[in-house]
């Protein structure tokens, strides 16, 4: 089931979501054996941004039916902590590692570009211009314009994958996915979260800390394969497709609209194995069923690499 993707090589198609596994924890939890069985083909760190950040005030988490609204707000130690203290932990999970990147302005994301660029254990970066839960990184992803500008300020600072996670609350996805391509980035990954909302029932005021937040499990699954589907007409870049994947069979649906790699978020919440399960069955699905890529290539059937 090993798969190409901005070239690397990987062992199947299922990563995880950023911010959705923390690898670190995990380890620590789980101990070496969590490095034996990595749940993913490649592990994508959650945001880094220049300086630290606390995050969102609490509560930052809710529970809906059919998934969770979060307004976590992008806590981390930032560029320098990142590099210190994270990197070297991350360097040494056996699959490759994907660096979600995100700032407040073009100069903020074009040095956060540079400084990943000379680290070679470092093989790719996404560029998170889709969070809910800060104000410029919706505008920013929101608009083709903007996406497209970004990228072609960032583009020549590195020769490494640049993906592009897009944010669901756009009204023109394609046209950002398509700006996004023009500019120069590999791949582009999607739905990030829907921005939601919830009231505490008994003051009938908002509940997260953050106001609003990001709705994702199974309930945007539907809306994930819309915009994964409308993404492939428009591009010809891979992409990296998620929202609500639970089982292989919702992997595998992505899959067939248009996603070269799955990723896997809410679910690992729940199951913090799920991506090891998730991959099993999509190649117990793929023995079973064609999938026709994007360019008319048969894939999946026995005796075929995906
Ligand atoms: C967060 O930390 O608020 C979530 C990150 C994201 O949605 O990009």
């Known amino acids: ?38 749940p993913f083909s490649a592990f994508v760190s959650k945001t880094v941004t220049v300086e630290p950040r ?49 700032g407040f302005s073009g100069d903020e994301v074009a040095r956060l570009v540079r400084a990943f660029s000379e680290r070679e254990e470092v093989s790719a970066l996404e560029l998170n211009v889709s969070c809910p839960n800060v104000e410029t990184g919706l505008t920013m992803g929101a608009d083709p314009g903007e996406t497209g500008r970004l990228l072609a300020k960032v583009r020549p600072l590195t020769a490494k994958p640049l993906i592009v996670k897009l944010t669901p609350n756009a009204t023109d996805v394609p046209a950002v996915a398509r700006a996004a391509e023009d500019a120069g980035a590999d791949a582009v990954s999607l739905i990030n979260t829907l921005r939601g909302m919830a009231l505490d029932p008994r003051t009938g005021c908002p509940w997260l800390g953050g106001i609003t937040g990001g709705v994702s499990g199974p309930a945007v699954r539907p809306i994930a394969l ?12 891979p992409i990296v497709g998620m929202g609500g994947v639970q089982r292989g069979a919702d992997a595998l649906d992505l899959m067939r609209a248009g996603a070269s790699l799955v990723g896997v978020g809410t679910e690992s919440f729940r199951d913090p194995a799920a991506g090891i399960r998730i991959a099993r069955e999509l190649k117990e699905l793929l023995a079973n069923s064609a999938v026709e890529d994007r360019r008319g290539a048969l894939a999946g059937q026995p005796g075929r690499e995906l």
Not at 1 to 16: A, D, K, Q, R, S
Not at 22 to 34: N, T
Not at 226 to 237: C, L, N, P, T
Request: include cysteine; charge should be negative; glycine fraction near 10%.
């Open 226 to 237: 819309a915009q994964v589907h409308a993404v492939a007409q428009a591009v010809e870049i």
């Open 54 to 102: 606390q995050g969102n005030p609490p509560p930052r988490l809710w529970e809906v039916a059919g998934g969770l609204i979060n307004s976590i707000g992008l806590p981390n130690k930032g560029l320098a902590g990142y590099l210190e203290h994270d990197l070297p932990e991350l360097a040494r999970l056996p699959v490759p590692l994907i660096v979600n990147i995100m």
């Open 1 to 38: 089931m090993t798969v190409e993707f901005c070239g690397l090589e990987l062992e199947h198609p299922v990563i995880n979501g950023s911010g959705t596994f923390d690898a670190i924890a995990a380890r620590r939890a789980f101990g070496d054996e969590l490095v034996e069985r990595f």
